[in-house]
């Protein structure tokens, strides 16, 4: 069984930044991680999950949402099965719940996911 845990959220003013972690464990060894495309979820109240970013194996940015692109960035380290998820410039639409997952095939299991609140 795959564990994903998300860290690094919190209440922010705007314009402020945070940094979030991802990381991957359960049966997902370091080899095999390494062959993973990963993501970044946001999630607010009555609203679908949304893709926000997503990076390759090696660590090349895939995509960004526009609602990110120019202030968030995404990167990875595959020894430490890990995600990260840089935003800067916070805004309050921001705010809401941020998972991680594979943008392909997600794992059955989504973590707790790590809450985001930006102020105005």
């Known amino acids: 069984q795959v564990q994903l845990v998300e860290s690094g959220g919190g209440l922010v003013q705007a314009g402020g930044s945070l940094r979030l972690s991802c990381t991957v464990s359960?049966?997902?060894?370091?080899?095999?991680?390494?062959?993973?495309?990963m993501g970044w979820y946001r999630q607010v109240p009555e609203q679908q999950r949304e893709l926000i970013a997503f990076?390759?194996?090696?660590?090349?940015?895939?995509m960004y949402s526009d609602s990110v692109k120019g202030r968030f960035t995404i990167s990875r380290d595959n020894a430490e099965r890990t995600l990260y998820l840089q935003m800067n410039s916070l805004k309050p639409e921001d705010t809401g719940v941020y998972y991680c997952?594979?943008?392909?095939?997600?794992?059955?299991?989504w973590g707790q996911g790590t809450q985001v609140t930006v102020s105005s």
């Open positions: 997952n594979r943008p392909n095939s997600p794992f059955a299991s």
């Open positions: 359960g049966t997902v060894s370091r080899s095999i991680f390494i062959n993973y495309v």
């Open positions: 990076i390759s194996p090696d660590g090349t940015p895939l």
